[in-house]
T-cell receptor, first 113, second 111 residues
Framework: EAQVTQNPRYLITVTGKKLTVTCSQN?????MSWYRQDPGLGLRQIYY???????DKGDVPEGYKVSRKEKRNFPLILESPSPNQTSLYFC????????????FGNGTRLTVT | EDQVTQSPEALRLQEGESSSLNCSYT??????LFWYRQDPGKGPEFLFT???AGEEKEKERLKATLTKKESFLHITAPKPEDSATYLC????????????FGTGTKLQVIP
């Protein structure tokens, strides 16, 4: 089954404790991206990757890091999480092509206390 | 800067009561307008892509239409299982990675 898999689904952590959220897709997509979703603000892009070893900042990159060492994986790293990073996070992937839709994972709900 | 505004924020319908959701957008060089469905606790699920004014697409009880400034998602004779948040997004000429989302319309269909 074609899918984007995120782990973990739920994560509660404390301020400053480094964490990684994993994302993997099995559709051989070149493009991958991370979003956060907050009430009233919609989906906002954190980082994206056009291909292996090619990453760039989205609209809200502060406090986040990413890497793309393999085509299928695109982990999101929070080196020193803060409470304002409490949010619902989604990984997405797609084929190139301007009309190509994004395929989303089922999300990771992160709480930073 | 691309912008997407969806209305209403929330909509409550009786089963069988048809209605429309609105997505107003401003974008530099539309490359695609997307509709997604999002169930609670899940990621958005792709429904439609529209490319140019006048285009229409249908899937079961849903029909999406597009003008130069707006898109509508028409829901005909909705059922309770159509309850979800519907998201609209646009991709313009600012680059493949630049997809701007609206904040969604939360639809509740009551039996």
């Amino acid at each position: 089954e074609a899918q984007v898999t995120q782990n973990p689904r739920y994560l509660i952590t404390v301020t400053g404790k480094k964490l990684t959220v994993t994302c993997s897709q099995n559709m051989n997509h070149e493009y991958m991206s991370w979003y956060r979703q907050d009430p009233g603000l919609g989906l906002r892009q954190i980082y994206y990757s056009m291909n292996v070893e090619v990453t760039d900042k989205g609209d809200v990159p502060e406090g986040y890091k990413v890497s793309r060492k393999e085509k299928r994986n695109f982990p999101l790293i929070l080196e020193s999480p803060s409470p304002n990073q409490t949010s619902l996070y989604f990984c997405a992937s797609s084929n190139p092509g301007l009309g190509s839709p994004l395929h989303f994972g089922n999300g990771t709900r992160l709480t930073v206390t | 800067e691309d912008q997407v505004t969806q209305s209403p924020e929330a909509l409550r319908l009786q089963e069988g009561e048809s209605s429309s959701l609105n997505c107003s957008y401003t974008v530099s060089g539309l490359r695609g307008l997307f509709w997604y469905r999002q169930d609670p606790g899940k990621g958005p699920e792709f429904l439609f892509t529209l490319y140019s004014a006048g285009e229409e697409k249908e899937k079961e009880r849903l029909k999406a239409t597009l003008t130069k400034k707006e898109s509508f998602l028409h829901i005909t004779a909705p059922k309770p299982e159509d309850s979800a948040t519907y998201l609209c997004a646009v991709r313009g000429s600012g680059g493949y990675q630049k997809v701007t989302f609206g904040t969604g319309t939360k639809l509740q269909v009551i039996p």
